[in-house]
């Protein structure tokens, strides 16, 4: 065999092994139902949904959670600037709160880190919801390898502020989404949060989406989507999925 043949041999082989290569990655980016991301706090941001193939018409159903990997009492400062992505947020605690901890979004189209970030280059102070009687949560100490939380939060209305322990809560969600939205959200759509939330303490929150509200999702048609999620100590995770005719 001539060496212009083996060298074309060899780069027919090289090409088929990429391109399989490429197909396994792609397969397995698509089949994975769960991404996590733990930061330098401790603090595990981690995203599930059930599915990562759907027919039209179907539901998707989206957990969130934050977590303490350490095995010791962790009390973490809360953040207004290091938020890498603005989406929809999502009340792990009670909503009359500044800066609730998780936000998320959905996307018409498969997209990676670098592409989402290049959408919305400004993340820092997000939008938070608020209320007239509201808490600015100062920490959040969570229980050794655990989701409850107890918050340090300044409460009272206006000015007439002072620090007070509240809580537990687990910080966890779970809920559905029959559609895909825009990226990024205005600022006015960052605190879109209408969902009616149980008094109890401890108490256990549920949310269903599209929330009662102006800003409606748009159904889902066959295509890629990706489901991104976001906290307030700069984490962010990734979940694409299938929707099929």
């Known amino acids: 065999m001539t060496f212009a043949a083996i060298a074309l041999v060899l780069v027919a082989a090289i090409g088929v092994a990429a391109l399989r290569t490429f197909s396994m990655a792609r397969s397995a980016e698509i089949n994975s139902t769960s991404a996590a991301a733990t930061s330098s706090n401790g603090v595990e941001l981690k995203a599930s949904v059930n599915s990562t ?89 969570f229980q050794p390898n655990s989701d409850s939380v107890n918050l340090t939060a300044l409460v009272g209305v206006n000015d007439y502020l002072h620090s007070r322990m509240v809580g537990s809560y687990d910080l966890d969600s779970n809920f559905t989404v029959s559609g895909y939205w825009w990226y990024p959200v205005t600022s006015a759509d960052e605190g879109d949060l209408n969902t009616v939330v149980p008094g109890s303490a401890p108490a256990q929150y549920t949310f269903q989406y599209p929330e009662v ?16 999620v976001g906290d307030e100590w700069g984490q962010v995770v990734l979940i694409h999925f299938l929707v099929k005719a």
């Open 213 to 228: 509200s102006p800003t409606d999702s748009t159904p889902f048609k066959p295509g890629a989507y990706t489901l991104v």
């Open 53 to 141: 193939t759907l027919a039209e018409g179907q539901v998707l159903n989206v957990s969130i959670s934050l977590f303490n990997t350490l095995s010791a009492l962790n009390n973490v400062t809360t953040s207004n600037d290091d938020w890498m992505m603005h989406g929809f947020p999502v009340a792990m605690w009670p909503p009359c709160t500044d800066n609730l901890p998780v936000e998320f979004d959905i996307l018409a189209g498969n997209y990676n880190d670098a592409q989402i970030q290049a959408m919305n280059p400004d993340y820092g102070n997000a939008t938070s919801y608020t209320c007239a009687e509201s808490t600015s949560v100062q920490y959040v100490a």
